[in-house]
């Protein structure tokens, strides 16, 4: 019996041996072990257990382990786990033979501890670690895309080792936030001028050029620049009002004309000389001939001189030309010159210069320009449908409005609109039938854009608004902070030269 229990106690010593061996080598690739962890008792979320921060005892080398130090937190895997995957860097690792190239990919080596260090994050290891135990790379919706990105390609795993649900929301994620940053950026060259200070040092006049770019381009600088800023949207205003004053009746006699005339010019020589002030202050020629609203500035000043241009070559071919429009010989030559005076009117647009509201609303066309594009392609396709309807039931009518689908674009255009002036009516129940489906296609696709727009408009807005108080701020503390250098150094200057002061 002794020997019988002897014997029966090393067989199954010795199967117990070869099952706990054969167990080790399935699921040495699983453990992982955290130092510094503040839960020793803490189990983790992938299935592994934790080494207490108290505990000093060193662990044993094992050839069968890869020791990894990442950001400080110790992982115990496999080779024969790692292995699967040669394509990645802890594949690479675990392949490779020269030393000189494992340790290329690692940031440093404990030949002590046999011990693999990465200065990466370690809270996204865990889910690299999960992907070598599972074969499935695992995405938290709390993880930031960019940076999930960065660390899977610095550990060599594609993202195709997700699931599909999974990466199809983290792509969704990844071009939502692209597009967001992507606007933040644009954002912030709205409100950014196409140059700064810094790009005069070193140039011609520099600090002379610097200075009236300070003066034009940037109101907060000085109470100076703030002032040329109001001035410049006061004439832009009393332009618009004296062009339209000029159409109307009263005015149009000799004295009011003169009064106009003499309006225009003024405008026209404080628009002409902010605009040299520009040129001249400008680093670019090229970047500055590129700018929107140079252009529109150059566009509201060269109406002026044309006109003068026009009227100077016609002096000697004409005796009498009080009013341009009345001469025979030169009608033609009216009509090209009201159609450059009427060029006047973009001078609204240079009030988007110091107009935030403004520039929210042409930031937003320009980001929405697809949803804009979108609906003119609705209204157009709604044009041809209705009119096409409308002309087919009533055509036929006596004394119809309707006798072409041409002459019916109008009244689907003004149906769409909801406006429905009543100059063009149908007759007939069936054309009143494709009359209310045309209103009723009107009122859909008129609120279809509004709550887009609108929300898109007032978060651009809120953002412009934000950034230049920003920039106020900024500017407004640095003048204090250079305005109390300058009173210290003066009391220190006055301290100095007083000879009271060596007694």
């Known amino acids: 019996k002794e020997k019988c229990r002897a014997g029966n106690s090393s067989l199954h010593k010795g199967l117990w041996l070869q099952s706990h061996y054969c167990l080790k080598e399935q699921t040495l690739g699983c453990l992982w072990l955290l130092r510094c962890s ?7 979320a992938l299935g592994a257990w934790q080494v207490p921060e108290k505990s000093k005892a060193p662990l044993q080398r094992n050839k069968f382990l890869l020791n990894i130090n990442v950001g400080g937190k110790l992982f115990q895997i496999a080779y024969s786990i790692v292995a699967r995957y040669p394509v990645t860097r802890l594949g690479k690792l675990a392949l490779y033979t020269d030393p000189t190239k494992k340790l290329q990919l690692c940031d440093d080596y404990s030949v002590q501890k046999n011990e693999y260090f990465f200065d990466r ?30 660390e899977i390609e610095y550990w060599g795993i594609h993202l195709k080792y997700s699931q599909r649900c999974c990466r199809i929301l983290f792509e969704e994620k990844q071009d939502e936030l692209s597009e967001y940053l992507k606007i933040q950026k644009e954002l912030v060259a709205e409100l950014e001028p196409l140059d700064s200070g810094e790009q005069f040092e070193g140039k011609f006049l520099g600090r002379f050029r610097e200075m009236i770019w300070n003066l034009i381009e940037n109101p907060y600088s000085s109470v100076a620049a703030k002032i040329i800023a109001v001035m410049s949207s006061f004439f832009v205003l009393i332009s618009i009002v004296g062009m339209t004053l000029s159409t109307v009746e009263e005015m149009k006699h000799k004295t009011g004309k003169v009064w106009m005339e003499q309006l225009e010019m003024i405008c026209a020589i404080f628009f002409t000389s902010e605009y040299f002030m520009r040129l001249i202050s400008s680093s670019s020629f090229k970047n500055f001939l590129r700018a929107a609203f ?25 005796l009498y030309h009080e009013e341009l429009h009345k001469m025979e ?55 041809f449908t209705f009119s096409a309807l409308m002309h087919s039931v009533e055509h036929d009518v006596p004394g119809t409005n309707f006798t072409s689908i ?14 429905g002036y009543g100059d063009t009516v149908p007759d007939t129940v069936l054309g009143r039938m494709v009359a209310f489906g045309c209103i009723s296609f009107g009122i859909i696709l008129n609120g279809m854009p509004i709550s887009i727009l609108y929300n898109k408009f007032s978060d651009y807005y809120a953002k412009l608004k934000a950034h230049e108080n920003e920039i106020s701020r900024l500017l407004k503390l640095s003048r204090r902070l250079c305005l109390k250098e300058r009173i210290l150094r003066k009391l220190s200057e006055c301290c100095r030269d007083d000879p009271r002061s060596h007694h």
């Open 406 to 419: 041409p002459y019916a674009w109008w009244w689907a255009a003004v149906s769409l609109s909801t406006v």
């Open 121 to 150: 994050d370690p809270s996204i290891f865990h889910y690299i670690f999960h992907f070598y135990r599972s074969g499935v790379l695992w995405i938290m919706d709390e993880i930031c895309p960019s940076n999930f990105v960065e």
């Open 38 to 44: 503040p839960q020793p008792d803490q189990q983790s």
């Open 329 to 383: 010989n030169v009608s033609k030559l009216g009509k090209v010159l009201k159609l450059i005076k009427l060029m006047r009117i973009f001078r609204i647009l240079k009030l988007a210069r110091h107009s935030t509201g403004l520039r929210a609303f042409g930031f937003t066309m320009r980001q929405c320009y697809q949803q804009v594009c979108c609906l003119f392609l609705f209204i157009a396709m709604g044009v």
């Open 294 to 318: 140079n252009a529109v500035d150059l566009v509201t000043i060269l109406p002026f001189y044309i006109q003068i241009l026009f009227e100077s070559l016609d002096e000697g071919d004409t």
